[in-house]
């Protein structure tokens, strides 16, 4: 009885990756929409970058602090919610709205629920939508790129409002749709710089592709089918200005595949990419708003337990119980 074997519940599989070191590949990825944010609308997108990454970390440390929890802003985790926050306003936006909006997504949506891994919903999303309601005005002002923000600044109507009927404008070419150079939030103007962030991670397995590509795939095909399309432009090319346009390929690639609000069984995250791209449909295509990202991600990170309740697979040897 010398040699005791010591007996633990899996898993056993051990990695090298910390909450930091994820965050830190998740922040390396985001670099290049953040680059392309600040080359086409000016350090005002740099300042509201620091803007709500510096509230972010500040919300964190001092509501830990003055609740005597142990202090975590050294994982990383509050940069990352500061960055897709910036990434997911327009760069119009007060300085002082942004501060808000970074205290609304950690305190009331990551710490108020018991902090990173229990949110119930991406905290980056949630105060954009919080914002939305609280300031539609602010958060749907945008400029064209290039002009970056100050008294030269040009007010534009987003591709997708353009596309929508709601307001007049000009289309962006697909090329520039893709390269970067579209009005709209900081971090959309630029899918070559999102895609390049999103094939990094795909490379430092640090996400899985089922959730984005069934998330564009299913909205494509829904649009292709059945979009409301009065632009005189073949069906294709408005499909592929909806997906190049807009919030799609931000959320996808970097809000939908969130660990904590998001599946973790294969099937689970594929109904979970299907219902976000059914979701962002509906609303596009239905609804008064020209977006819908955000608010599809946050549906289905509600109903994110029942996925995962019905897409659990049965444990290998487990006896059928009686009827």
Same mark, same amino acid.
């Given at each position: 009885?010398?040699?005791?074997?010591?007996?633990?519940?899996?898993?056993?599989?051990?990695?090298?990756?910390?909450?930091?070191?994820?965050?830190?590949?998740?922040?390396?990825?985001?670099?290049?929409?953040? =680059?392309?944010?600040?080359?086409?609308?000016?350090?005002?997108?740099?300042?509201?970058?620091?803007?709500?990454?510096?509230?972010?970390?500040?919300?964190?440390?001092?509501?830990?602090?003055?609740?005597?929890?142990?202090?975590?802003?050294?994982?990383?985790? %509050?940069?990352?919610?500061? $960055?897709?926050?910036?990434?997911?306003? /327009?760069?119009?936006?007060?300085?002082?709205? %942004?501060?808000?909006?970074?205290?609304? %997504?950690?305190?009331?949506?990551?710490?108020?629920?018991?902090?990173?891994?229990?949110?119930?919903?991406?905290?980056?999303?949630?105060?954009?939508?919080?914002?939305?309601?609280?300031?539609?005005?602010?958060?749907?002002?945008?400029?064209?790129?290039?002009?970056?923000?100050?008294?030269? =600044?040009?007010?534009?109507?987003?591709?997708?409002?353009?596309?929508?009927?709601?307001?007049?404008?000009?289309? /962006?070419?697909?090329?520039? =749709?893709?390269?970067?150079?579209?009005?709209?939030?900081?971090?959309?103007?630029?899918?070559?710089?999102?895609?390049?962030?999103?094939?990094?991670?795909?490379?430092?397995?640090?996400?899985?592709?089922?959730?984005?590509?069934?998330?564009?795939?299913?909205?494509?095909?829904?649009?292709?089918?059945?979009?409301?399309?009065?632009?005189?432009?073949?069906?294709?090319?408005?499909?592929?200005?909806?997906?190049?346009?807009?919030?799609?390929?931000?959320? =996808?690639?970097?809000?939908?595949?969130?660990?904590?609000?998001? /599946?973790?069984?294969?099937?689970?995250?594929?109904?979970?990419?299907?219902?976000?791209?059914?979701?962002?449909?509906?609303?596009?295509?239905?609804?008064?708003?020209?977006?819908?990202?955000?608010?599809?991600? $946050?549906?289905?990170?509600?109903?994110?337990?029942?996925?995962?309740?019905?897409?659990?697979?049965?444990?290998?040897?487990?006896?059928?119980?009686? %009827?």
């Amino acid at each position: 009885m010398e040699h005791k074997f010591v007996v633990s519940s899996s898993p056993h599989i051990k990695a090298n990756d910390s909450i930091s070191s994820i965050m830190l590949d998740v922040i390396i990825a985001l670099i290049p929409a953040c =680059a392309a944010g600040v080359y086409f609308f000016g350090m005002r997108a740099a300042a509201v970058l620091l803007t709500t990454v510096a509230a972010c970390l500040l919300s964190e440390y001092v509501y830990q602090k003055i609740t005597k929890k142990p202090i975590t802003v050294g994982d990383l985790s %509050a940069v990352v919610t500061g $960055i897709l926050l910036a990434l997911n306003l /327009p760069v119009t936006i007060p300085l002082w709205m %942004a501060v808000i909006g970074s205290a609304f %997504a950690i305190i009331i949506v990551k710490q108020l629920y018991g902090g990173l891994g229990k949110n119930f919903m991406n905290p980056a999303l949630a105060a954009r939508c919080f914002m939305l309601v609280a300031w539609a005005g602010n958060m749907s002002s945008f400029v064209t790129p290039f002009m970056g923000y100050g008294a030269d =600044a040009v007010s534009s109507a987003t591709p997708l409002a353009v596309l929508k009927g709601m307001q007049e404008g000009t289309l /962006p070419s697909l090329l520039t =749709a893709f390269l970067g150079g579209k009005a709209g939030c900081i971090g959309e103007t630029s899918g070559l710089m999102l895609l390049l962030g999103f094939l990094y991670l795909l490379l430092k397995r640090i996400v899985d592709w089922k959730i984005p590509v069934c998330y564009i795939a299913s909205f494509a095909i829904l649009m292709y089918l059945f979009g409301d399309n009065q632009t005189g432009l073949s069906q294709g090319y408005f499909t592929l200005m909806h997906i190049l346009t807009g919030g799609l390929l931000l959320g =996808a690639f970097f809000m939908a595949t969130d660990y904590v609000t998001t /599946p973790t069984t294969s099937l689970g995250c594929i109904i979970f990419g299907i219902g976000c791209g059914l979701l962002t449909f509906a609303i596009r295509r239905f609804g008064s708003y020209p977006e819908g990202v955000s608010f599809s991600i $946050i549906l289905m990170n509600v109903v994110c337990p029942l996925i995962e309740r019905y897409t659990v697979p049965k444990s290998f040897g487990e006896v059928k119980k009686n %009827a």
